[in-house]
């Protein structure tokens, strides 16, 4: 069945550095999510990307779709101790489009 | 977004026992999901709750185990059967209002000795 990857589970970064993170998937995606989850919290919805090659901005957050619809990209500019969680892509897959969920990259930020 | 509450939103049941958990929807939405996440894992689903029918449930789980009950479009529940400690996890509600999305109630804490 479909894989969503996301590679390493953890990192560090010192606040204020900037951090990528990338989500790979083993088949091609019709969209593909980002979520976020703080310390102790649920999963919040970020972003939605659909187009191939498709980049969306939210404040600090960049998120980029691949051109073949197969990985993704999470760049925050300029860490701070509020980006602090665990990010999660997720695919669609199978029958009613139910969402694979990668294992999540836990950041936590020095200040 | 939908507003999910979740009752209750911690428990700890002994062995054997049987938890059902909740969830409320302040709006009618298309699909509601019931996942469970390990601590420091990523969310597994369980099934997906049908209103008015049977739920779908994923491999690994079945209906004696985790029976789910969805009578209408705003409220479902996930019962955990004959618990164990391996049941100790976070419970989910999750729904989809019509696009892709998904949102989450604020999970279910359950820890069974």
């Known amino acids: 069945g479909q894989q969503v990857m996301q590679i390493p589970q953890y990192q560090h970064v010192q606040e204020g550095e900037d951090f990528t993170t990338y989500c790979n998937s083993s088949?091609?995606?019709?969209?593909i999510q980002w979520y976020k989850q703080r310390p102790g919290g649920h999963p919040v919805f970020l972003i939605q990307?659909?187009?191939?090659?498709e980049v969306k901005k939210q404040k600090r957050l960049t998120f980029q779709f691949g051109e073949a619809k197969k990985n993704s990209s999470l760049h925050i500019t300029a860490t701070q101790t509020t980006d602090v969680g665990t990010y999660f892509c997720?695919?669609?897959?199978?029958?009613?489009?139910?969402?694979?969920f990668g294992k999540g990259i836990t950041l936590s930020v020095r200040p | 977004s939908a507003v999910i509450s979740q009752k209750p939103s911690r428990d700890i049941c002994q062995r054997g026992t049987s938890l059902t958990i909740q969830c409320q929807v302040d709006s009618q939405v298309t699909m509601m999901f019931w996942y469970r996440q390990q601590p420091g894992q990523s969310l597994t689903l369980i099934a997906t709750a049908n209103q008015g029918s049977e739920a779908t449930y994923e491999s690994g789980f079945v209906i004696d185990k985790f029976p789910i009950s969805r009578p209408n479009l705003t409220f479902s529940t996930l019962t955990v059967s004959n618990m164990s400690p391996e049941d100790s996890s976070i419970y989910l509600c999750s729904v989809r209002q019509g696009g892709n999305e998904q949102f989450f109630g604020p999970g279910t804490r359950l820890t069974v000795l």
């Open positions: 997720a695919g669609p897959a199978g029958a009613n489009s139910k969402l694979t």
């Open positions: 990307l659909v187009k191939s090659g």
């Open positions: 088949t091609t995606l019709s969209n």
